[in-house]
Each structure stands twice: as C-alpha cells, then as structure tokens.
C-alpha cells in the first residue's frame, strides 16, 4: 500500500532564516504531487503542485519554491522566511489529474 | 472557476444526534466530489468520494450523494459520536484550465459532539 511521509513534524524558525521541509511518497511511481498550506482557521492553498521529475507548477507567487530531484521526494524551501509563512503545510499524491488526493500528516511551521 | 461552498461552523451536537453539513459547488464540466475530515494536529484523510451524478459515498456511517440539479454534496450521518469532532472538507476536482485538474477545497466546518 501507498504512504506518504512528511517531516519534520514540527519547526519553529525566525525570521529570515531559510527553510526546507521534505516530502516523499512509498509504494507507487509517477505520483502527482501536491504543496498546500493551511493557515489558522482557514481552509487549503494549493501553492505548488507536479506531475514529474524536475517539473513543478507554481499556483500563488510567493517567496516560496518547489522542487522534486527524484521521483517520489517533493520539497518545499524558502531563501528567507516571512511572518506570514506561519502555517500548516500539507503534501498530498494522486495517480493522476483530477485523480483523488492523499495528504500526509503536516508540517507545522511556526516563524517568530 | 470552480468553487465549493460549505455551510459556517462551528457545529455543536450531542451525541447520538444526526448531522448534517451542506456543501454546494461550482464547476464546469463534471466534477469529483469530495468529504475530507482533518482531526486535531494532523493531515486530512479522505471520508468519501463520488464521482458522477447520482452516485452515494458512503464510509463509518457518513454518507453523501451527488446531486448535479442542485450542485450539492451534502455530508449527513445517522447518530454521531464523540469520536467524530473533527474539521470536514468538502472538495471537488474538476479542470481548471490549461490541461490541470485541481482540488478545490471549501473552507472547512468544525464539528464538536460532547457526550
């Protein structure tokens, strides 16, 4: 069966400091991957999403990026964080587009 | 574009009550509709899924139908527990342009059963 892993679980970080959560998927190839954040008492933002090696689509300009250096690993980094980074920072696959979606259990991001 | 709306919560129930939270959406074409449920701290697993008119999702009690005439997606269940207190997504996937699909979430209702 599919699992989908995310870590760290937790991570508080200052202002302006850099960041990188990780994101990988067991038990199937080609995933269609997907970085969405949640913020306090609101609903999901999808802000990136790929269909393949090396090809990432980016939903909301931010200073935020993606990338996917192998098939089943999706990483979020940002150069300098933001106040407004704070969130609850969700990765999900699909076999496909418009296929249905899998999250992983979050990444809580706290910028102080 | 595509949008789903769900009714505001938060939603108190007692238990054994019966529930019932409204979806409606819009979209072009026929899109899959989704119930997603978010427990405190974690991620969102999938509750259930139909992806045609007429179609009943249907897992731990929940139920939903897809009802094209009146764009609904309604998230019912019979008797609710303690054990159900949790956020409920409702989400469609349907083309968003420019050969993408996306899942279009609505804002999510809070659910509290209190014994």
């Known amino acids: 069966s599919q699992t989908i892993h995310q870590w760290p679980a937790t991570l508080v970080q200052p202002v302006g400091s850099p960041l990188s959560l990780e994101c990988t998927v067991e038990?199937?190839?080609?995933?269609?991957l997907y970085w969405y954040r949640q913020a306090a008492g609101r609903g999901l933002q999808l802000l990136f999403y790929s269909v393949g090696i090396g090809q990432i689509s980016s939903e909301v300009p931010q200073n935020l990026s993606a990338s996917r250096p192998q098939d089943r690993q999706f990483i979020l980094s940002s150069k300098k964080l933001l106040l407004s980074d704070s969130g609850f920072y969700l990765c999900a696959w699909s076999l496909g587009p418009g296929e249905t979606q899998y999250f992983g259990p979050g990444t809580r991001l706290l910028v102080l | 574009g595509n949008s789903v709306t769900q009714m505001e919560g938060p939603v108190t129930l007692s238990e054994e009550a019966f529930l019932t939270i409204n979806c409606t959406y819009t979209?072009?074409?026929?899109?899959?509709l989704f119930w997603y449920v978010q427990y405190p701290g974690e991620g969102l697993q999938l509750l259930l899924k139909a992806t045609k008119a007429d179609d009943k999702g249907s897992n731990k009690g929940f139920e939903a139908t897809y009802r094209k005439e009146t764009t609904s997606f309604h998230l019912e269940k019979g008797s609710v527990q303690v054990s159900d207190s949790a956020v409920y997504f409702c989400?469609?996937?349907?083309?968003?342009?420019?050969?993408?699909?996306?899942?279009?979430f609505g804002k999510g209702t809070k659910l509290s059963v209190i014994p």
């Open positions: 989400a469609l996937s349907g083309y968003s342009g420019a050969g993408s699909y996306q899942l279009t």
């Open positions: 038990g199937t190839s080609n995933p269609n």
């Open positions: 979209a072009t074409g026929y899109p899959s």
